[in-house]
């Protein structure tokens, strides 16, 4: 495990926790399985299927991120993650098994007190304490303990692209194209559209 690299991670993120520890070794063994450097440009993908803290430790370390258009959220609230290298038409999906929370009982037991509101400020000190120890403990363990890599189960995602924008005729602001709909035969947004569902 990189230290610095974790310092860096956590100082990103604005704190440590087990999701970011995840998305450490996601993120690590994504570079190491593919045989790759962080991402500049948009040669690298990740899909993500949560919104939890692991996608900052992903977005930091693989240099994917929405911005650039080379992170996807399909937020499915499954721990999975696939990567692409667009160049060497190459990938990988990768499960994780999260943090068994009964190898660190006190650390449940004191967080469970917490949440209670009946921890003294001792408790909530030694709760740090201990959270961090048995952070450090999960992420001391080896890839293959916590990484199940498979081949990927998406197609290829095409590079992002720019689009014309339009004007919401009901709000005003602007909205990319292939966001906008149709009410009552105007240019709508996605918020001024009214939502229709039969499922």
Not at 97 to 118: N, Q, R
Request: net charge neutral; charged share 25%; glycine share 8%.
């Amino acid at each position: 495990m990189d230290k610095t690299l974790w310092q860096n991670v956590v100082a990103f993120h604005g704190h440590s926790c087990f999701g970011l520890a995840i998305g450490y070794h996601v993120a690590t063994a994504a570079l190491q399985t593919l045989s790759t450097l962080r991402d500049i440009d948009e040669e690298m993908i990740a899909i993500v299927e949560n919104d939890n803290c692991s996608v900052d430790a992903i977005q930091f370390i693989t240099g994917c991120t929405i911005g650039k258009g080379n992170l996807i959220l399909r937020d499915y609230g499954k721990v999975v993650y696939t990567f692409y290298l667009r160049k060497k038409k190459k990938g990988i999906r990768i499960t994780v098994a999260g943090p068994d929370m009964s190898d660190y009982p006190e650390v449940a037991a004191l967080k469970e007190k917490i949440a209670e509101g009946g921890a003294s400020t001792a408790e909530k000190a030694l709760h740090a304490q201990k959270s961090e120890e048995a952070i450090f403990h999960y992420l001391s363990k080896p890839t293959e303990a916590v990484c199940k890599i498979s081949e990927p189960v998406w197609d290829l995602p095409e590079k992002a692209r720019r689009f014309p924008t339009l004007t919401c005729n009901y709000c005003g602001e602007a909205v990319m194209e292939p966001r906008a709909r149709i009410k009552g035969g105007k240019i709508s947004c996605i918020p001024c559209a009214d939502a229709y569902s039969r499922s």
